[in-house]
């Protein structure tokens, strides 16, 4: 996590980072997921960042900034990354999904207009689309804790 904040702050892609330290760019992906990165990967990165190559060592999964490790990562600013990389592909999928579905559509009308096809997968493909979106936004969930616990205190006729 601290590569890829580190990376994030110089506004760099995984790209840029991996030509910029003579890593491969899935070397990178490797080590911002949280793989144990090699001595020489890190020097690379240390090279690249400007620091000390204590500051990445041990500490490439998360450092707390209470710890006083200005370049250490958060639990807020882990969730938040976190967050953002979820939204990232939840926006992907939904982009590709309006993309193949239009396309769907077009080959249905030219190859078959008597009959509309494409609804089928459409639908499908849109509850998966919409799971995903339940999922990540965090919708209210229809038999969640929330009502769970209402249920019991209703059951019970007291607060739990």
């Known amino acids: 996590m601290i590569v890829r904040k580190l990376r994030l702050q110089r506004g760099w892609s995984q790209d840029q980072l991996a030509t910029l330290s003579g890593l491969s760019v899935r070397t990178v992906q490797r080590?911002?997921?949280g793989q144990a990165?090699?001595?020489e990967s890190l020097k690379a990165l240390a090279a690249v960042f400007e620091i000390e190559l204590s500051q990445l060592q041990?500490?490439?999964m998360l450092s707390t900034s209470e710890?006083?490790?200005t370049t250490g990562v958060s639990r807020e600013?882990?969730?938040a990354m976190e967050y953002v990389q979820a939204l990232r592909g939840f926006?992907?999928?939904l982009i590709t999904y309006v993309v193949v579905i239009a396309a769907l559509f077009v080959i249905n009308l030219l190859s078959s207009p008597h009959y509309i096809w494409a609804v089928w997968p459409m639908l499908g493909w849109g509850i998966g689309v919409a799971v995903h979106a339940f999922n990540l936004f965090r919708?209210?969930?229809l038999f969640g804790p929330q009502w769970e616990r209402n249920q019991i205190e209703?059951?019970?006729g007291r607060k739990l």
């Open 58 to 60: 041990g500490n490439t």
């Open 67 to 69: 710890q006083g490790n």
């Open 31 to 33: 080590i911002e997921r």
């Open 77 to 79: 600013e882990r969730e």
């Open 37 to 39: 990165p090699g001595l």
């Open 154 to 156: 209703k059951r019970l």
């Open 91 to 93: 926006y992907g999928h």
């Open 139 to 141: 919708l209210p969930r």
